[in-house]
């Protein structure tokens, strides 16, 4: 048994919780860790690390909205380039967001150009309601990235997105091309990474391309 606010135990569940916001997310919808419940950690010989962990999930955009949630995470010994297994299991309903979600989609799919923007949230901390379900794509996106470069001593979180542009397409989905700013909590460092996402209401999201940028980026 690990302490819930043991680093171990924190650095699991927030990797969980990313994981979790890519696999159930949606312009309207991101996840992030209210609390960890619980944490005990096993080592597999061999194999690596697998933790078991119980969650509270909250909604972004509604805090008040929480999800309970059980997680295993396995990270995998010595090799950098495996991704670590996550598996979890949500207990009650998440909420739904369809309409907002498809209005969003024609109002994308509608303007005459390409949406471009950057700084969200800007140095303030503000984000304009429109760019909202931007941001929020981002962060489910990046609950992939995080997934994808994660290990046992890191612990991202998004920051900021520097930069987005719409690609168009000729089917229907939704394709933009970030750049976003990850803060890595352990090490304090603030790294770009540039992800290509592509979204559509009835598909979810996937992140088609991504790729850690210089510093000076």
Request: with cysteine.
């Amino acid at each position: 048994e690990l302490p819930p606010s043991h680093h171990s135990a924190t650095r699991a569940a927030a990797l969980a919780a990313c994981y979790l916001s890519y696999q159930r997310g949606s312009p309207w919808r991101g996840l992030a860790l209210r609390a960890v419940r619980s944490c005990r950690r096993q080592d597999i010989d061999g194999v690596g690390h697998k933790y078991y962990l119980e969650l509270v999930l909250e909604d972004v955009l509604d805090k008040d909205s929480t999800v309970n949630c059980t997680a295993e995470v396995l990270h995998h010994l010595g090799n950098k380039k495996i991704a670590p297994d996550v598996q979890f299991t949500i207990e009650g309903e998440l909420k739904n967001t369809d309409e907002a979600d498809n209005v969003f989609y024609n109002r994308i799919k509608s303007l005459e150009k390409e949406l471009v923007a950057e700084n969200i949230p800007d140095n303030h901390g503000n984000i304009s309601p429109e760019m909202e379900p931007i941001r929020l794509l981002a962060w489910v996106a990046s609950g992939y990235v995080i997934w994808q470069n994660s290990t046992e001593n890191t612990k991202f979180q998004l920051a900021q997105i520097k930069h987005v542009k719409q690609v168009k397409r000729s089917d229907e989905y939704l394709e933009f091309d970030y750049m976003i700013l990850l803060h890595e909590m352990v090490s304090q460092e603030i790294i770009p990474w540039q992800m290509t996402v592509l979204w559509h209401p009835q598909h979810g999201v996937q992140v088609t391309r991504e790729s850690r940028q210089p510093k000076h980026a």
